[in-house]
């Protein structure tokens, strides 16, 4: 009784963590702002002690989840609606390099020691801190950085080449299934899928991997392997 | 900005919720705890058969609450209680002279689970 009390409570905790970090956004999964690291870290830590311990009773677990994800849904609106709050709650970008120089102020104001600094800029392939324009500590604590014009990497549209704009790739099978909605937002039918696959000795979308068609109808086809095996 | 206002309507619905519940712990508990006073008072005017009965009907109504309590308040307090009542009214059922720790230990248990639910400067600190 106590493991299916146990599973029950699993299942409405993983699905309102779940519910919850859905509705605040993809953000919450990639970098996060202050006010989202702090959400996460405690939604993360009051999710698990009514998992822990079946005597606390769910409501403690489910509560705050919810009123977290309020607090944290309208934070998110205030701060869109207002850069002076979210100054105030997520911090401005910090420059802490100007014109190759090292700001030391900025570096001391956010905890930023000169070593990792140099750590940071490597792992953008900058060696020299001369070369950097500027260097930007963003409210989510990733360090931006923009070089001199002279050290910038050279594009097709300094060099004047003329470069064929392909659009972007859209998936149409995927795995073995046909994603009927992207063939027709590149403006194609099963007929010409058919065709296609005819062409290349397949015969049907279940023996392919990947399948892909950029705007300028170029097609890029994988077969699938595991289908050649058996 | 619709889902802020749900955000924030459900924030306040919660809190006036959770001002409903603390009250309606409290009033309760203290019906609950009156039942106990006034089997008590039975129990020591020499009538122990009608003390029995009101702590009988008294404990049917704090199982009849069971599933409420047992969502909004702490299991092994609510434990606690169901199992004061038990022990006071086998006590008075069984005939021996029942000690007056026994009706106190259960309106402490009552009156704990009313404490826990107020919100007050000490519990939120």
């Known amino acids: ?230 | 900005m619709k889902r802020e206002y749900i955000a924030a309507a459900l924030i306040t619905a919660i809190f006036v919720i959770s001002v409903f519940n603390t009250h309606y712990v409290e009033n309760k508990t203290r019906a609950l705890t009156e039942d106990i006073e006034s089997a008590e008072q039975l129990y020591n005017s020499g009538d122990g058969s009608g003390a029995a009965s009101i702590v009988e009907d008294s404990m049917q109504k704090w199982l009849g609450w069971d599933s409420y309590a047992h969502i909004m308040l702490r299991h092994s307090e609510v434990d606690l209680v169901t199992d004061a009542y038990f022990e006071l009214l086998s006590d008075l059922q069984s005939g021996e002279t029942v000690p007056k720790a026994a009706f106190g230990k259960l309106k402490e248990q009552l009156h704990s689970i009313s404490i826990m639910e107020k919100i007050t400067i000490g519990s939120i600190f």
């Not at chain 1, 009123?67 to 979210?86: A, F, H, P, T, Y």
């Open chain 1, 1 to 230: 009784m106590i493991l299916g009390i146990v599973f029950i409570r699993t299942m409405i905790i993983y699905l309102s963590l779940l519910v919850a970090m859905r509705l605040m956004g993809k953000r919450q999964l990639g970098e996060l702002e202050l006010s989202e690291l702090v959400i996460t870290v405690l939604i993360s830590d009051i999710a698990a002690h009514p998992l822990q311990d079946i005597g606390i009773p769910l409501m403690n677990g489910v509560l705050p989840i919810i009123i977290l994800l309020c607090c944290e849904l309208i934070i998110s609106g205030v701060i869109v609606k207002s850069s002076r709050i979210k100054a105030l709650l997520c911090g401005k970008p910090s420059f802490l390099i100007i014109d190759g120089v090292i700001n030391q102020k900025e570096m001391q104001k956010n905890r930023f020691t000169p070593d990792e600094l140099a750590e940071e800029l490597r792992s953008q392939s900058v060696l020299d801190i001369s070369k950097v324009k500027y260097a930007i500590l963003e409210t989510d604590g990733k360090l931006n950085v923009v070089l001199f014009p002279p050290e910038r990497p050279l594009t097709a549209g300094q060099m004047q080449i003329a470069e064929d704009d392909t659009g972007f790739p859209v998936i149409v099978i995927n795995n073995g299934h046909i994603i009927r909605e992207n063939l027709s937002i590149c403006g194609k039918n099963e007929e010409w899928l058919q065709k296609e696959l005819t062409a290349r000795k397949v015969k049907s979308a279940k023996d392919v991997y990947l399948m892909s068609v950029n705007g300028t109808g170029q097609i890029y086809f994988a077969k699938s392997e595991e289908k050649n095996e058996t």
